[in-house]
Each structure stands twice: as structure tokens, then as C-alpha cells.
């Protein structure tokens, strides 16, 4: 045979359409055209009917804005959760929702109405409801098709959303409930205010940072004492907020904490002994310590300062301030910072108020929804506002007027501290006192109304039915019964719930699922009759929240009660009431007969609740909550969640900053499936990065993983099953590459019970890289390219190259679902979709794990060896090279020309020394195969392997 002969004609090379650029943002919304089109969702339903349920229930994002990156990590591993556990055969349905009520919806619209010069409260409210719904309804529409376009799965034709008349009447019979078993009542507490947005605020609407204030200290002159030598002397505090200062009605000192008195002129003050140090640093003038008649400093203890009584430095202002101040005993007076002594305004602190209850003293609630104080309110009426830095500064009003008194000893306008803020305005919010509707965290009796599960309610040992206990408690006992992701979730939800006061319900807001409650005026008494309560629910199920109105109270109360002798309560509801009633609404009405669990089924509605670390104080917890005052148990069975998305650099995402990543900007250059890897690839347990840099490590990442399916379909090309071989006949190789598969599945399985989805990527990718596409394929491209087709060896690696594939686009498809479909449709174009296959059945394969890590490593050490020869240009490919091994390496069967083809290289040789050992080799040029060998006479002409293959092809030919 001539040497100048080409034989590529007679090679098997690999043959796909299956291009090697994805062409993501171009190709993915073809294939979401398509699964609409086939409507791909009700087929995945209808393929898994009647197998076994599991339901995650879908926290709902706020319908407010396009999309950021936190919302694509969110749902993308919502997407992943449901779709592994459909490739595992369960029935996996999700059903989105949103968020539709509330105060960033309602600020939004101000503030277009603000531009026009428009004034909301000259607006009808069934008016500015109707804005507000169709504020919302745009941003649902738009947030669902960027979602849809993440290639996230679900009934997005129909979503939930709160602000669905159904939604609205289950959240108020929801209410209803409470209100039955004597769960509510009306308070008045301090709460979170934002004089801003006129309205309460739940822990989870505020937002922390960091302020200046102006620091004072401020005299109040000591009138009456069982310790003599304080009558004259004043007792000084300090605080960052002037403000509170006319609301002041008592001083709090600490039981345990020692006092002290000291002097500057002819002023003689009291004051932490341990904080006298940074007073003097405060207050102007020489100070010393007042001494007893034995020349010792007069020191005393805090309890011993009961029945002093102080007066307000403005006292002459009128009655109010001419009352006189008592001392009170607080055990959260501390001597961390400013006096030891702390001024007492129960309108407009927690502490502050409990303590003064607890002694009669009431609030005053002198300060407006507005942050101004009321018209009537002595020489202050009608100013503010009080979160204004110029009224509390050192020249304002405050300060001003306390210095002409003579009670400010210091002011300065330079204390940096966190302070909170409103997330949505981000105004300065305050504690203020008014009243509102709370459910008690401590109340005994929880869930004694006829409606009330027998499961949800404690016996005894003798069977008697004791009243059910306190939702603190059921709240915890459900806690214990949670599974948590990561586990550190419960200790961080558990101290929230121990420690958390009462839920305060109410807003004083327009948009919003009313608290509909009519209140008698004589009594007090809110009306809990169950025939009134149901002509409103049917009311609101008909017309919505817009039903709630004066016109239609006496319909409401029927003929029983007289409308002019009960209130109608105009608060709405708090946000976080409506989202913690989606598992009723939504999981429980049958409205979405995918989620109806089977007959019988006992327990909690949802398998995962999935959301953020910050949901601990958000939905995780009003979920709880109102699922254990209404039913007596959670309403999920599993917690998981993520934290945060940062920049590069590891900083907070903000605008101002410049530093956001948009999620639609990543899938407009790279599509979605990179951001979905990203997403599944970081530890999203803990913080985690996003940037240029990483997002290209990822398409990286990406094209590894898409050449390994291009080179599995080409090498598949014209498979048919007649070539298939048993495990049984095939090579060790192939059979420890089965193993191997055997081994990632068994991984990849734990990681989905686990929700560890970035060992799940990360098992993925390592295999298709290191077991594959760096050794099989490696190994075995001599094989498929110049076997013959009918050799057993070249017929088991297709086989395992075919076993491989249906296994690993399977694993493949939750995580790129986009490109597993090309994928799939690639080789089986009419075999339907991939996401409606299941899990695969790997075959059993048996092979000694330690046995081939041993020659992989050996099979490292010679690549390592042949690398310098190759950069000097000694041999060109590892195919020229001659290679000399430790014999006491080499497994025993394995033959010389075995060990040839595991390290594609010429000739192999066995050594005594324990060195690998490289030369360029003397052995001829295969013209077929390119190996060098013994059995080739000279370059160019044929080894006999290539000679046979050759022969056979010219004969049929």
C-alpha cells in the first residue's frame, strides 16, 4: 500500500448538527415558544397524575419592578428543586404567585400622583384601589414573562395573586378565625411608625443605617427623695432623640447600678458612677465628686432610689409638664452608654411603655401620623416634623428651648449610630404609640372554636381536652418539628419567635385586604358572630376589598345589631397577614387541583417553603403563625434558605453604587442557562458573588459541559440497538466507567434529598470533565475513530457512550433546561421533551475503585513526563512518545499495548526503577490511526488493526 494514501474516508469520525456555539439568548426563546406551544407544563402534570405529591409552595414576590439577580437565584432554585423531584416521579407541581397589597404598590402610585400635584386623599378610595390593582396586574404581567424567560416551569396562566377577590375573602376569613377564638384584640402600643408613609411597620419593612444624630444631655432637677442629699440635685440622661423629651412622664434607673453625685458650680447632678468618666468629656465645666461630711464619695445604689421624684425642665409649659416625674426600676438600664439614667416616653418606646404601664402612667400620644405634634400640644403644637435633623438639632426648637430652661447641659450634633428606616421611602422611622390591632403571642385558649382540628389541640394523659396552649408555644413545638436548610435556619427563626412580641395586624393604609371587624362603642367589644362574618367573606369573594364600606354595614349586620351602634374598623390588614395566608387560599381551596393532596392525608400542605435568610422575620414567620393560630401546626414541612447576592468585590448591590447585575442584561449576552449554572453552582447557604468575571468562568463552565454532549451525539451517530453489548462482554474500562456513573448517581440523588445543589453541579461538571471528556472519551477516540464497527470493544463503548447520554441529559436537564432540550431533541426529535422523562436506571456495574485510581494516577505521572517533551518539540504528540513504567505499577493482566492505548502513547515498556521514563519512539507511522507500532513497516502504511478495518470497508464498497 502506498504510503501517500489518505484513508480519512475510512475513519469514524463523529458526525452532529449539534453546533459548538450555543447561541443561548438566540435559541432559548424558540424552545420557550415550543413548550408553550405543546403546553409542556400539563403534559409533565398528566404524565405524573396520581404519583406521589410534592409541593413547594411559592413565596410571593412583590409585583414592583423588573426582576434584580436575588429573584433569579430565588426562582431558579425553586425551578430546581421542583424539577428534580419530578425526575424522581413525583408529582411536582408549582404554581407562582405574587404579592399584590401593601405600601411599596400604594407609594408608587403617590408618587405619580404627587408629580401630577394630585392629592390621594382627595381620591374616591375605590379609585385608588382600582390604580393600585392595576399598578400591580402590570408588573405581574412583566415579572412572569422574565421569569418564564429563566426558563422557570410552572402554571404561569395561573398564578395566585393576593389581590384575587378569592384571595382577599379567604385572607378575611382567615381573620375571622382569630377573631372566633378570641385571638385579637386592640392596643395601644408603641410600634415601628413611618411619619412618611402614615403608617405602622412590621419588623421585616425595615431597614437599618447608619445616622448622625444630635446627643444630648439633658437635667432633670430632683424634688423629692428618700436620700436627702439628692432634693436639689438633677438627674441627668441622654439620648439621641430631642424629640421625646416633651413626652417625657418618668426617669428609669437601674436596681443594680451604683450612682454617684457630682458638681460643677453650684450644680450638683446624678449619674452612673462607671459612666462619669465620658459625662465629664460631655459636659462642659470642673466637675468633682460630692463628698460626705468623712470626706467619701457619696455613692448610691439604684434601688435604693425608689420613691425619688424628679420634675420636667418645662415644667412651667403647662399641666402636663408640671406633673412630677417619678423614678421607676428598669432592668434594661444599662451602663454601656450615656448616664445610667434613662428618660421615660411610653408614646414612643417598647421599654418605655411597659415600664410606665406597669405604674400607671399612660401615654399621651402627642406626636400625629405625621410626625408633627398635635395642634393642642402646649408651646410645640403643630411642628416637627420630628425625624427632621434641623428640629433636633443643637440650635432647634428643642434644644433651644431646654437650654433657655436651663436643663440642657450638652448638645452636639456628631453621634453616628443605626438607626432604622422605612425600606421602601427609606424615611426615618419612630416607635409611636397608637392604637392597633394585635394578636397576643401568650394568650392560653388558642384555637377553641368549633372549627378547630382535633389534631391541633393538646390532651392530657387522661384524654380530657385541656385549652389548647399559646401560639408562642404551638409556634415552637411546629419549629421542633421542621427540617431546616441550612440547620442554623432554626436557631435564628426559634429566637425570633421566643422573643417577639405581639403581631400587630393593622395599617393605616388604603390598599390592602381590610381588617373587617365591627367594633361596638359602648363595650369596646369587636363582633365575632359567624352569620356576619360570612355575608362579608361572600361579599368580598364577590366584589373584593372594595366591598368593605359604611354603605353596606347594616347589610352586613342583618337585622340583629343596629349599624350606628358599632364602628366599622377602616385599618387594613398588615401585609405579611395576606402572604402568611397563601397556604390557605392556595394550597387548601382547591382552586388548584395539582396541589389537592389524596384522601386522607395528614399533615402540613407544603413539603418547602424556599426564600431568603431574611424571610426568618418575613413570610417564614407569618406563615407560621397563622397556620399555628389556625390550625395548631406549620404550614410547611421544610425550610430552606439562601442569603444574599453581592458584587465581585463581596459588597451590597445598590443603584447609587453602580454595582447591580441585571439579570435580564446576563441573558440578553450569555441566555439563561448561564445564570441558571451560577445559580446552582454557588454555596447558596451563605452570601455569595456575581460579576463580569465569574459569569465568564461559567460560560466557561458551560461550553465544557455542551461539548461534552456535542461529542457524545456525534460519537453516537447511527447507534442502533443491535450494537448494543451486555455489561458482562464489555472491557474493564468501560465497566469502571459504568461504576463511576453508578457512583454520580448515587451522589447526585443525596444532593436532591439534600438540596445541595452546588455538590450537585459541581458532581456533574467534575465527572463529564474529568472522568470523560479528560479520560473515556480520550482513551477510547482511537477506538471509535478505527475499529471496525462490529468489534466488541468499539460496540461496548457505544454502548456505555449511549448509556452515558441517557443518564446524563436527564441529570442535565433541571440545571440547563434549555440546552438538555436541544440536547435531547438533537438525537430523539420525536421522543417529546426531555422534562418529561424520569430519573435514569444506571445499570450495575462492578470494578475494584482503588485498582483504577492507581492507574490513573500512573497515567497522570506519564502525561507529566511527556509534557516537557513535548514543549521542546522532542515529540509532537503523546503518540510518538516511548514510555518505560514501574513494572511493580502495572496491575497484573494488563499487557504492554493495553497500557499503550490507556496513556496514548507509542510503545510501552516495564522498568525495575521507580521513575517514568520518555523517548521519542523508533516505531512507525500508522497512515490510519497515527499510533506508532511494531507492526507497521514504514511510515504512511498501515498497522494490521487499520489494515483489516480497511480491507473489510473495500470489500463492501
Given at each position: 500500500?502506498?504510503?501517500?494514501?489518505d484513508?480519512?474516508?475510512?475513519?469514524?469520525?463523529?458526525?452532529t448538527?449539534?453546533?459548538?456555539?450555543?447561541?443561548?439568548?438566540?435559541?432559548?426563546?424558540?424552545?420557550?415558544?415550543?413548550?408553550?406551544?405543546?403546553?409542556?407544563?400539563?403534559?409533565?402534570?398528566?404524565?405524573?397524575?396520581?404519583?406521589?405529591?410534592?409541593?413547594?409552595?411559592?413565596?410571593?414576590?412583590?409585583?414592583n419592578?423588573?426582576?434584580?439577580?436575588?429573584?433569579?437565584?430565588?426562582?431558579?432554585?425553586?425551578?430546581?428543586?421542583?424539577?428534580?423531584?419530578?425526575?424522581?416521579?413525583?408529582?411536582?407541581?408549582?404554581?407562582?404567585?405574587?404579592?399584590?397589597?401593601?405600601?411599596?404598590?400604594?407609594?408608587?402610585?403617590?408618587?405619580?400622583?404627587?408629580?401630577?400635584?394630585?392629592n390621594?386623599?382627595?381620591?374616591?378610595?375605590?379609585?385608588?384601589?382600582?390604580?393600585?390593582?392595576?399598578?400591580?396586574?402590570?408588573?405581574?404581567?412583566?415579572?412572569?414573562?422574565?421569569?418564564?424567560?429563566?426558563?422557570?416551569?410552572?402554571?404561569?396562566?395561573?398564578?395566585?395573586?393576593?389581590m384575587?377577590?378569592?384571595?382577599?375573602?379567604?385572607?378575611?376569613?382567615?381573620?375571622?378565625?382569630?377573631?372566633?377564638?378570641?385571638?385579637?384584640?386592640?392596643?395601644?402600643?408603641?410600634?415601628?411608625?413611618?411619619?412618611?408613609?402614615?403608617?405602622?411597620?412590621?419588623?421585616?419593612e425595615?431597614?437599618?443605617?447608619?445616622?448622625?444624630?444630635?446627643?444630648?444631655?439633658?437635667?432633670?432637677?430632683i424634688?423629692?427623695s428618700?436620700?436627702?442629699?439628692?432634693?436639689?440635685?438633677?438627674?441627668?440622661?441622654?439620648?439621641?432623640?430631642?424629640?421625646?423629651?416633651?413626652?417625657?412622664?418618668?426617669?428609669?434607673?437601674?436596681?443594680?447600678?451604683?450612682?454617684?453625685?457630682?458638681?460643677?458650680?453650684?450644680?450638683?447632678?446624678?449619674?452612673?458612677?462607671?459612666?462619669?468618666?465620658?459625662?465629664?468629656?460631655?459636659?462642659?465645666?470642673?466637675?468633682?465628686?460630692?463628698?460626705?461630711?468623712?470626706?467619701?464619695?457619696?455613692?448610691?445604689?439604684?434601688a435604693?432610689?425608689?420613691?425619688?421624684?424628679?420634675?420636667?425642665?418645662?415644667?412651667?409649659?403647662?399641666?402636663?409638664?408640671?406633673?412630677?416625674?417619678?423614678?421607676?426600676?428598669?432592668?434594661?438600664?444599662?451602663?454601656?452608654?450615656?448616664?445610667?439614667?434613662?428618660?421615660?416616653?411610653?408614646?414612643?418606646?417598647?421599654?418605655?411603655?411597659?415600664?410606665?404601664?406597669?405604674?400607671?402612667?399612660?401615654?399621651?400620644?402627642?406626636?400625629?401620623?405625621?410626625?408633627?405634634?398635635?395642634?393642642?400640644?402646649?408651646?410645640?403644637?403643630?411642628?416637627?416634623?420630628?425625624?427632621?435633623?434641623?428640629?433636633?438639632?443643637?440650635?432647634?426648637?428643642?434644644?433651644?428651648?431646654?437650654?433657655?430652661?436651663g436643663?440642657?447641659?450638652?448638645?452636639?450634633?456628631?453621634?453616628?449610630?443605626?438607626?432604622?428606616?422605612?425600606?421602601?421611602?427609606?424615611?426615618?422611622?419612630?416607635?409611636?404609640?397608637?392604637?392597633?390591632?394585635?394578636?397576643?403571642m401568650?394568650?392560653?385558649?388558642?384555637?377553641e372554636?368549633e372549627?378547630?382540628?382535633?389534631?391541633?389541640?393538646?390532651?392530657?394523659?387522661?384524654?380530657?381536652?385541656?385549652?389548647?396552649?399559646?401560639?408562642?408555644?404551638?409556634?415552637?413545638?411546629?419549629?421542633?418539628?421542621?427540617?431546616?436548610?441550612?440547620?442554623?435556619?432554626?436557631?435564628?427563626?426559634?429566637?425570633?419567635?421566643?422573643?417577639?412580641?405581639?403581631?400587630?395586624?393593622?395599617?393605616?393604609?388604603?390598599?390592602?385586604?381590610?381588617?373587617?371587624?365591627?367594633?361596638?362603642?359602648?363595650?369596646?367589644?369587636?363582633?365575632?358572630?359567624?352569620?356576619?362574618n360570612?355575608?362579608?367573606?361572600?361579599?368580598?369573594?364577590?366584589?373584593g376589598?372594595?366591598?368593605?364600606?359604611?354603605?353596606?354595614?347594616?347589610?352586613?349586620?342583618?337585622n340583629?345589631?343596629?349599624?350606628?351602634?358599632?364602628?366599622?374598623?377602616?385599618?387594613?390588614?398588615?401585609v405579611?397577614?395576606?402572604?402568611?395566608?397563601?397556604?390557605?387560599?392556595?394550597?387548601?381551596?382547591?382552586k388548584?387541583?395539582?396541589?389537592?393532596?389524596?384522601?386522607?392525608?395528614?399533615?402540613?400542605?407544603?413539603?418547602?417553603?424556599?426564600?431568603?435568610?431574611?424571610?426568618?422575620?418575613?413570610?417564614?414567620?407569618?406563615?407560621?403563625?397563622?397556620?399555628?393560630?389556625?390550625?395548631?401546626?406549620?404550614?410547611?414541612?421544610?425550610v430552606?434558605?439562601?442569603?444574599?447576592?453581592m458584587?465581585a468585590?463581596?459588597?451590597?448591590?445598590?443603584?447609587?453604587?453602580?454595582?447591580?447585575?441585571?439579570?435580564?442584561?446576563?441573558?440578553?449576552?450569555?441566555?439563561?442557562?448561564?445564570?441558571?449554572?451560577?445559580?446552582?453552582?454557588?454555596?447558596?447557604?451563605?452570601?455569595?458573588?456575581?460579576?463580569?468575571?465569574?459569569?465568564?468562568?461559567?460560560?466557561?463552565?458551560?461550553?465544557?459541559?455542551?461539548?461534552?454532549?456535542?461529542?457524545?451525539?456525534?460519537?453516537?451517530?447511527?447507534?442502533?440497538?443491535?450494537?448494543?453489548?451486555?455489561?458482562?462482554?464489555?472491557?474493564?474500562?468501560e465497566?469502571?466507567?459504568?461504576a463511576?456513573?453508578?457512583?454520580?448517581?448515587?451522589?447526585?440523588?443525596k444532593?436532591?434529598?439534600?438540596?445541595?445543589?452546588?455538590?450537585?453541579?459541581?458532581?456533574?461538571?467534575?465527572?463529564?470533565?474529568?472522568?470523560?471528556?479528560?479520560?473515556?472519551?480520550?482513551?477510547?477516540?482511537?477506538?471509535?475513530?478505527?475499529?471496525?464497527?462490529?468489534?466488541?470493544?468499539?460496540?461496548?463503548?457505544?454502548?456505555?457512550?449511549?448509556?452515558?447520554?441517557?443518564?446524563?441529559?436527564?441529570?442535565?436537564?433541571?440545571?440547563?433546561?434549555?440546552?438538555?432540550?436541544?440536547?435531547?431533541?438533537?438525537?430523539?426529535?420525536?421522543?417529546?421533551?426531555?422534562?418529561?422523562?424520569?430519573?435514569?436506571?444506571?445499570?450495575?456495574?462492578?470494578?475494584d475503585?482503588?485498582?483504577?485510581?492507581?492507574?490513573?494516577a500512573?497515567?497522570?505521572?506519564?502525561?507529566?513526563?511527556?509534557?516537557?517533551?513535548?514543549?521542546?518539540?522532542?515529540?509532537r504528540?503523546?503518540?510518538?512518545?516511548?514510555?518505560?513504567?514501574?513494572?511493580a505499577?502495572?496491575?497484573?493482566?494488563?499487557?504492554?499495548?493495553?497500557?499503550?492505548?490507556?496513556?496514548?502513547?507509542?510503545?510501552?515498556?516495564?522498568?525495575?526503577?521507580?521513575?517514568?521514563?520518555?523517548?521519542?519512539?523508533?516505531?512507525?507511522?500508522?497512515?490510519?490511526?497515527?499510533?506508532?507500532?511494531?507492526?507497521?513497516?514504514?511510515?504512511?502504511?498501515?498497522?494490521?488493526?487499520?489494515?483489516?478495518?480497511?480491507?473489510?470497508?473495500?470489500?463492501?464498497?
Open positions: 500500500m502506498s504510503e501517500e494514501r484513508y480519512r474516508n475510512t475513519v469514524f469520525l463523529p458526525k448538527d449539534f453546533p459548538m456555539k450555543a447561541g443561548l439568548p438566540q435559541k432559548e426563546p424558540g424552545l420557550l415558544a415550543r413548550w408553550q406551544e405543546i403546553d409542556l407544563y400539563r403534559r409533565i402534570r398528566e404524565a405524573r397524575e396520581g404519583r406521589e405529591k410534592f409541593i413547594l409552595h411559592d413565596g410571593p414576590p412583590y409585583a419592578g423588573d426582576i434584580h439577580v436575588g429573584h433569579a437565584l430565588n426562582h431558579v432554585l425553586k425551578d430546581m428543586v421542583v424539577r428534580t423531584q419530578s425526575l424522581l416521579g413525583k408529582d411536582a407541581p408549582y404554581v407562582p404567585g405574587w404579592d399584590c397589597h401593601g405600601l411599596p404598590i400604594e407609594w408608587k402610585v403617590e408618587e405619580e400622583y404627587r408629580k401630577k400635584k394630585k390621594k386623599d382627595e381620591v374616591p378610595p375605590e379609585e385608588f384601589r382600582a390604580e393600585c390593582r392595576a399598578y400591580a396586574q402590570k408588573w405581574v404581567d412583566t415579572q412572569r414573562e422574565q421569569l418564564k424567560r429563566l426558563g422557570i416551569g410552572g402554571d404561569w396562566d395561573n398564578p395566585y395573586l393576593t384575587d377577590f378569592a384571595a382577599e375573602a379567604t385572607i378575611v376569613a382567615e381573620l375571622m378565625k382569630f377573631a372566633r377564638s378570641g385571638q385579637l384584640y386592640r392596643g395601644a402600643k408603641p410600634v415601628m411608625w413611618s411619619p412618611v408613609e402614615k403608617t405602622a411597620l412590621a419588623e421585616a425595615v431597614e437599618y443605617e447608619d445616622i448622625t444624630s444630635t446627643q444630648i444631655d439633658v437635667a432633670f432637677e424634688t423629692e428618700p436620700i436627702p442629699e439628692l432634693v436639689g440635685a438633677y438627674a441627668v440622661i441622654w439620648t439621641t432623640t430631642p424629640w421625646t423629651i416633651p413626652v417625657n412622664q418618668a426617669l428609669a434607673y437601674g436596681p443594680e447600678v451604683f450612682y454617684l453625685l457630682a458638681q460643677s458650680g453650684e450644680r450638683r447632678v446624678l449619674v452612673a458612677g462607671d459612666l462619669y468618666p465620658s459625662f465629664t468629656q460631655r459636659v462642659s465645666g470642673e466637675w468633682s465628686q460630692v463628698t460626705d461630711d468623712a470626706g467619701q464619695p457619696i455613692v448610691v445604689k439604684g435604693d432610689l425608689a420613691g425619688t421624684v424628679a420634675r420636667h425642665p418645662m415644667h412651667d409649659k403647662g399641666e402636663f409638664f408640671a406633673r412630677p416625674r417619678p423614678f421607676l426600676p428598669g432592668d434594661f438600664v444599662t451602663t454601656e452608654s450615656g448616664t445610667g439614667l434613662v428618660h421615660m416616653a411610653p408614646d414612643h418606646g417598647e421599654d418605655d411603655f411597659d415600664l410606665c404601664k406597669a405604674h400607671g402612667i399612660e401615654p399621651v400620644f402627642a406626636v400625629e401620623g405625621d410626625g408633627k405634634y398635635r395642634a393642642d400640644w402646649a408651646w410645640l403644637g403643630g411642628e416637627g416634623s420630628v425625624i427632621n435633623p434641623k428640629f433636633n438639632a443643637p440650635d432647634g426648637p428643642i434644644c433651644s428651648d431646654l437650654k433657655s430652661a436643663g440642657l447641659l450638652a448638645a452636639s450634633a456628631d453621634y453616628r449610630h443605626s438607626y432604622p428606616h422605612s425600606w421602601r421611602s427609606k424615611a426615618k422611622v419612630i416607635f409611636r404609640c397608637t392604637p392597633q390591632w394585635f394578636v397576643p401568650d394568650k392560653h385558649g388558642v384555637l372554636h372549627d378547630t382540628p382535633a389534631e391541633a389541640r393538646w390532651e392530657n394523659e387522661g384524654g380530657s381536652q385541656e385549652p389548647s396552649p399559646s401560639l408562642r408555644q404551638l409556634a415552637m413545638e411546629a419549629l421542633g418539628k421542621t427540617r431546616f436548610v441550612p440547620e442554623k435556619g432554626r436557631n435564628r427563626i426559634g429566637a425570633m419567635v421566643e422573643g417577639r412580641p405581639d403581631w400587630v395586624l393593622s395599617r393605616q393604609r388604603a390598599w390592602g385586604v381590610p381588617i373587617t371587624l365591627f367594633v361596638e362603642r359602648k363595650t369596646g367589644q369587636y363582633l365575632a358572630d359567624p352569620e356576619v360570612a355575608r362579608i367573606v361572600a361579599a368580598v369573594r364577590e366584589q376589598v372594595d366591598a368593605w364600606s359604611d354603605a353596606r354595614a347594616q347589610e352586613y349586620l342583618g340583629a345589631y343596629k349599624a350606628e351602634d358599632y364602628e366599622r374598623v377602616t385599618d387594613i390588614l398588615d405579611w397577614f395576606d402572604s402568611g395566608s397563601t397556604h390557605a387560599f392556595v394550597l387548601e381551596s382547591g388548584w387541583p395539582d396541589l389537592k393532596r389524596p384522601e386522607g392525608y395528614q399533615g402540613p400542605p407544603a413539603d418547602l417553603y424556599l426564600e431568603g435568610s431574611d424571610q426568618h422575620r418575613g413570610w417564614f414567620q407569618s406563615s407560621l403563625l397563622e397556620s399555628c393560630g389556625t390550625r395548631g401546626r406549620a404550614p410547611y414541612k421544610a430552606l434558605t439562601h442569603g444574599f447576592t458584587d468585590k463581596g459588597e451590597k448591590m445598590s443603584k447609587s453604587k453602580g454595582n447591580t447585575v441585571s439579570p435580564l442584561k446576563v441573558m440578553e449576552q450569555y441566555g439563561a442557562d448561564i445564570i441558571r449554572l451560577w445559580a446552582l453552582s454557588v454555596d447558596y447557604t451563605e452570601d455569595h458573588r456575581i460579576g463580569d468575571e465569574i459569569l465568564k468562568g461559567v460560560a466557561d463552565q458551560y461550553r465544557k459541559l455542551r461539548n461534552t454532549f456535542r461529542y457524545m451525539l456525534g460519537a453516537l451517530a447511527g447507534f442502533e440497538e443491535a450494537e448494543r453489548l451486555p455489561v458482562a462482554q464489555m472491557p474493564e474500562l465497566r469502571y466507567v459504568l463511576l456513573l453508578g457512583d454520580l448517581d448515587a451522589t447526585l440523588r444532593a436532591v434529598d439534600d438540596f445541595d445543589f452546588s455538590d450537585y453541579v459541581r458532581a456533574l461538571v467534575d465527572f463529564c470533565n474529568e472522568d470523560l471528556s479528560a479520560f473515556f472519551f480520550d482513551i477510547r477516540k482511537d477506538c471509535l475513530y478505527c475499529d471496525a464497527p462490529s468489534d466488541p470493544r468499539r460496540r461496548a463503548y457505544r454502548t456505555v457512550l449511549d448509556t452515558l447520554f441517557h443518564a446524563l441529559v436527564r441529570y442535565a436537564a433541571p440545571v440547563l433546561v434549555f440546552t438538555s432540550e436541544e440536547v435531547w431533541t438533537t438525537r430523539c426529535p420525536e421522543q417529546g421533551s426531555v422534562h418529561l422523562l424520569e430519573w435514569p436506571e444506571v445499570p450495575q456495574a462492578e470494578a475503585r482503588s485498582y483504577w485510581e492507581g492507574l490513573r500512573l497515567r497522570e505521572r506519564v502525561t507529566e513526563a511527556i509534557e516537557p517533551l513535548r514543549r521542546e518539540k522532542t515529540v504528540s503523546s503518540l510518538e512518545a516511548e514510555v518505560t513504567v514501574p513494572a505499577a502495572v496491575p497484573a493482566g494488563w499487557s504492554d499495548a493495553d497500557l499503550a492505548e490507556l496513556f496514548i502513547t507509542g510503545t510501552v515498556h516495564r522498568g525495575q526503577d521507580e521513575a517514568v521514563t520518555v523517548t521519542p519512539t523508533d516505531e512507525h507511522k500508522c497512515g490510519r490511526c497515527w499510533r506508532h507500532l511494531p507492526d507497521v513497516p514504514q511510515d504512511g502504511a498501515l498497522c494490521g488493526r487499520c489494515e483489516s478495518v480497511v480491507d473489510a470497508i473495500e470489500a463492501e464498497a
